[in-house]
């Protein structure tokens, strides 16, 4: 039976460990140096947790709990042995706790996000089998949340193949919300996939779905009609939140509104096309490749400046790990060794506490330092093991 601490290592979760990456092990000391920011991390983040439920954040304590426990898990010093502390049982016991009857995990709001955060967590637990019944239902959960408006089993509405929060009134999917449970169903699948015929008579998300709505997010006019997509060069093969709604800039081009492309989200859409099915021969996934290493930045999230940018950092990190991409190419033909790069922007602004922090952008809830650190030691996860 394949070891769960050994699953946060298969970063493209059907792909071979990345500790079994061919790159040269020429980085013993920068390794160490993750080590202990790793640890410094955690300890912050232990000093955050609600010492009488076991949470971890007040926005939103399921989510936050769950990739504080996704950090904990995939620490480079733990060993696939290693039994869970007492907070960490507190913690997993927390997100037990918020087990709803319809499968989902989550409090009030924002239902799907909380779900996929927590069933990735609940795979890597060690003992993840005790909790078999609550990974299923979670599963079937957030499959049966894929959209499917208007004639059923027809994309013919922007929205058909995504996954939004679940809880809005109205319609609503999103690349970010998708990406998330594209990535929480790999993970899931692979740990399940180990026990026999468990997923024979479960459902499966429609992937073919998911790549076109994947693909109505992305400005690239030979596969995306819809009418916003720009037409200038600079955002070509980008991604913007939603085919009906975007988080970056809109400009006018032509008399009409176009949506620009911007970082964080564009890794989200690479991600998804990745777990999704799709390789590095589709032109779509080569678009989103070449318009992320030409615009790759660790300044800021490209097209939003300081907004998301610790979102921006996590999703490059396991976004490229999955792509199995050891270097980018920028425009100017220099190749860039990206996790060395993002290891050490990462490490040289951790704060004295231990924890990261995002000051100056209090969008999307990156003003908490808890959500911030946890962000970055998920991110550091992936990049450990390729250095």
Same mark, same amino acid.
């Given at each position: 039976?394949?070891?769960?601490?050994?699953?946060?290592?298969?970063?493209? *979760? /059907?792909?071979?460990?990345?500790?079994?990456?061919?790159?040269?092990?020429?980085?013993?000391?920068?390794?160490?140096?993750?080590?202990?920011?790793?640890?410094?991390?955690?300890?912050?983040?232990? #000093? =955050?947790?609600?010492?009488?439920?076991?949470?971890?954040?007040?926005?939103? @304590?399921?989510?936050?709990?769950?990739?504080?426990?996704?950090?904990?898990?995939?620490?480079?010093? =733990?060993?696939?042995? $290693?039994?869970?502390? @007492?907070?960490?049982?507190?913690?997993?016991?927390?997100?037990?706790?918020? *087990?709803?009857?319809?499968?989902?995990?989550?409090?009030?709001?924002?239902?799907?996000?909380? /779900?996929?955060?927590?069933?990735?967590?609940?795979?890597?637990?060690?003992?993840?089998? $005790?909790?078999?019944?609550?990974?299923?239902?979670?599963? =079937?959960?957030?499959?049966?949340?894929?959209? &499917?408006? $208007?004639? #059923?089993?027809?994309?013919?509405?922007?929205? $058909?193949?995504?996954?939004?929060?679940?809880?809005?009134?109205?319609?609503?999917? &999103?690349?970010?919300?998708?990406?998330? %449970?594209?990535?929480?169903?790999?993970?899931?699948?692979?740990?399940?996939?180990?026990?026999?015929?468990?997923?024979?008579?479960?459902?499966?998300?429609?992937?073919?779905?998911?790549?076109?709505? !994947?693909?109505?997010?992305?400005?690239?006019?030979?596969?995306?009609?819809?009418?916003? *997509?720009?037409?200038?060069?600079?955002?070509?093969?980008?991604?913007?939140?939603?085919?009906?709604?975007?988080?970056?800039?809109?400009?006018?081009?032509?008399? =009409?509104?176009?949506?620009?492309?911007?970082?964080?989200?564009?890794?989200?859409?690479?991600?998804?096309?990745?777990?999704?099915?799709?390789?590095?021969?589709?032109?779509? !996934?080569?678009?989103?490749?070449?318009?992320?290493?030409?615009?790759? /930045?660790?300044?800021?999230?490209?097209?939003?400046?300081?907004?998301?940018?610790?979102?921006?950092?996590?999703?490059?990190?396991?976004?490229? %790990?999955?792509?199995?991409?050891?270097?980018? %190419?920028?425009?100017?033909?220099? #190749?860039?060794?990206?996790?060395?790069?993002?290891?050490?922007?990462?490490?040289? !602004?951790?704060?004295?506490?231990?924890?990261?922090?995002?000051?100056?952008?209090?969008?999307?809830?990156?003003?908490?330092?808890?959500?911030?650190?946890?962000?970055?030691?998920?991110?550091?996860?992936?990049?450990?093991?390729?250095?």
């Amino acid at each position: 039976m394949r070891n769960l601490a050994l699953l946060f290592t298969l970063c493209s *979760v /059907t792909a071979a460990s990345v500790a079994q990456t061919t790159l040269p092990d020429r980085n013993a000391s920068t390794k160490q140096e993750v080590q202990l920011a790793y640890k410094r991390g955690l300890g912050f983040l232990a #000093k =955050r947790q609600n010492a009488e439920t076991g949470a971890w954040g007040e926005a939103e @304590p399921v989510a936050f709990t769950a990739m504080a426990l996704t950090s904990c898990m995939a620490d480079p010093d =733990r060993k696939p042995t $290693d039994p869970l502390t @007492p907070a960490q049982a507190k913690g997993y016991a927390f997100l037990l706790k918020n *087990v709803q009857p319809d499968g989902g995990i989550y409090v009030k709001a924002r239902a799907n996000y909380n /779900t996929a955060l927590a069933l990735m967590a609940l795979v890597l637990h060690p003992q993840a089998d $005790d909790n078999l019944q609550v990974i299923l239902k979670a599963r =079937r959960y957030l499959i049966g949340h894929q959209m &499917d408006l $208007d004639e #059923k089993g027809k994309a013919d509405n922007p929205l $058909d193949g995504g996954i939004g929060y679940g809880d809005e009134k109205g319609n609503h999917a &999103d690349l970010s919300n998708t990406h998330f %449970t594209l990535e929480a169903l790999k993970y899931a699948d692979a740990f399940l996939a180990d026990r026999g015929d468990t997923l024979k008579n479960e459902p499966k998300l429609n992937f073919a779905a998911a790549i076109e709505f !994947v693909q109505r997010c992305q400005n690239r006019p030979e596969s995306n009609k819809q009418p916003w *997509v720009s037409t200038d060069a600079k955002d070509y093969g980008g991604f913007i939140y939603g085919p009906t709604e975007t988080r970056g800039p809109k400009v006018d081009q032509n008399g =009409r509104v176009a949506m620009r492309s911007y970082g964080s989200i564009s890794y989200a859409g690479l991600m998804s096309y990745i777990y999704a099915g799709l390789d590095e021969s589709d032109p779509r !996934v080569q678009a989103a490749i070449t318009w992320l290493s030409e615009n790759f /930045t660790l300044d800021e999230n490209p097209g939003m400046g300081p907004d998301g940018q610790y979102y921006y950092y996590h999703t490059m990190a396991k976004t490229l %790990t999955a792509a199995k991409l050891p270097e980018l %190419t920028l425009k100017s033909g220099k #190749k860039v060794d990206w996790r060395d790069e993002l290891t050490h922007k990462l490490l040289n !602004v951790q704060q004295a506490e231990g924890n990261w922090a995002n000051p100056t952008a209090a969008r999307w809830m990156e003003s908490d330092p808890v959500l911030d650190t946890c962000y970055v030691l998920m991110g550091l996860g992936h990049v450990y093991r390729g250095l």
